[in-house]
């Protein structure tokens, strides 16, 4: 590697104790590393751990074996570094829009917060990032989904993570909002550079977005191969998820998937 | 209520007569006819009240028509005695309320907060909350005396409950993911709990205090008929010992005026706290 990885997942496991002192084992030896600036998607059927995985990442939950890396430096707890954009936007009814990105400027300690007036700046900018400029005053529930889910990204990204974590984001959203999302996600992450790892279990949003699509398997959730995805610009003016590349990067995904969903079928039906 | 459009298009009129008018009459005409919709079952009552003793279908002596009552209230209210009462049973309820408030609200949100605490108490605050505030009276008025101060502590006892079981049960339904997200965030706990749990509570907790607002002016009436020199529920009793039923029936029409105005103003209040939810304490 000619970089030092932004993150590096150490033979990362998470046991859960559940009824009987018996463990769980939602995840079992992942390693993986994302350099710095990748799109890293990880695609797996419900239930394979993709969240705690996450979790982990952001120092939301602690590993049972294992460890996280970023930029070298072992995650004990969550940090402004890494910020996380969850699937119920997770924002805060009684904040307009503005006072929601200004939400996570408010998070930092008091010596390197920046002052009220920048704050507001920064949350217009980051706003205006997302296209939701004019929408500064609406509060979440005068919001649609989409907007709802642009407001939790520009929080995200005002902050200035070095690592963007997004757990399912456009699972709630339908198809065309969330077609016109990623577009824009890739838009925002070409132009911030952020290093963005994206948990989903839609084949054709890991195949769109990501750089590499990572395969989760099930029980205990571990990862089973990491697809390169080239595909090059994803250009507004082509539809990139209609030419054959895409289709045979789909169908790659969906194979290795497609065994993983068997599996976990016959444990359900064994069980 | 309703003079006020009409008087509002009045210092209009120099500006734009024609077409201000006729928008305002419309307005202040609705206005009357959703005011009236919403008043005409507290007015048929206060017909029935008026007319029964009057064509004798209850004995008048006993039940006053309801223009007397007032005529009774207004003769209160200019020697002063209405608000005399009204004041100590003001002072009473707001002293009460505001502690039971004081109580309530900090240490709901530190039960709330911590379970094993909400599990350890719980049992406890359930059985102080279905124990009938009035039953205890007599307990307050043998500790306490049968000053100011029992009557106070009755109406914190009686306040308190509400306030504390809503707040409680306030923090413990704050959205899990506003937590967890916040957390994401590195937001240190004392932080989370200003931005996050308080104002998440704000709603449960008021409704809590609704609650209590009404049952401290109930209690308070109850424990000052048992014993008072003050107080409306003083009034009530000792009009109707001395047989002044007139001044009973003002004093009665004066206590639910008074609950009325102090749950409007309540209700007002939280909307003012809460308006950023969709349209749906209305």
Known sequence: MPSPPKIRVEGLGKTFQVRDGEGFTALDDISIDVAAGEFLVVVGPSGCGKSTLLDLISGLSKPSGGRVLVDGVPVTGPALDRAVVFQQYALLPWRTAQRNVEFALEARSRLDRPGRKARAERAREHLALVGLTGFEDRYPHELSGGMRQRVAIARALAADPKVLLMDEPFAALDAQTRDGLQEELRRIWQATGTTIVFITHSIDEAVYLGQRVAIMTSRPGRIKQVVEVRLGERDRDEDVRSSSEFAAYRHEVWSLLRDEVTVTREVVSVG | ?282
């Open chain 2, 1 to 282: 209520m309703a003079e006020l459009p009409i008087a509002r298009a009045a210092a209009r009129r120099p500006l734009k007569v024609k077409t201000r008018v006729p928008a305002v009459l419309i307005r202040a005409a609705q206005l009357l006819a959703a005011v009236g919709k919403r008043t005409i079952a507290v007015i048929l009552f206060l017909g029935l009240w008026e007319v029964a003793p009057r064509i004798g279908l209850v004995d008048r002596t006993f039940l006053v028509p309801f223009s007397e009552a007032v005529k009774a209230l207004i003769e209160l209210a200019r020697d002063g005695r209405l608000w005399d009462n009204t004041q100590a049973s003001l002072s009473r309820s707001l002293a009460g309320f505001g502690i039971a408030i004081g109580i309530g609200v900090p240490l709901g949100l530190l039960i709330g907060w911590y379970r094993p605490v909400a599990e350890f108490l719980g049992p406890l605050l359930e059985l102080f909350r279905n124990t009938a505030a009035l039953a205890l009276l007599p307990v307050f008025i043998l500790l306490l005396g049968i000053g100011e101060t029992s009557k106070i502590a009755i109406v914190v006892f009686a306040c308190t409950w509400p306030i504390l079981l809503n707040t409680v049960s306030a923090v413990r339904g704050v959205d899990a993911v506003l937590v967890k997200s916040a957390r994401s965030m590195a937001l240190p706990a004392p932080r989370l709990f200003a931005k996050v749990i308080l104002p998440a509570s704000v709603p449960t907790i008021f409704t809590g205090i609704r609650l209590a607002g009404s049952g401290s002016i109930l209690v308070l009436i109850a424990a000052e008929m048992v014993g008072a020199k003050a107080g409306l529920g003083y009034l009530v009793n000792v009009s109707q010992q001395n047989f002044a039923i007139p001044d009973m029936y003002a004093a009665i029409i004066a206590i639910s005026v008074l609950g009325l105005v102090f749950n409007q103003l309540l209700v007002a209040l939280e909307r003012r706290l809460t308006r950023w939810r969709p349209a749906a304490g209305a």
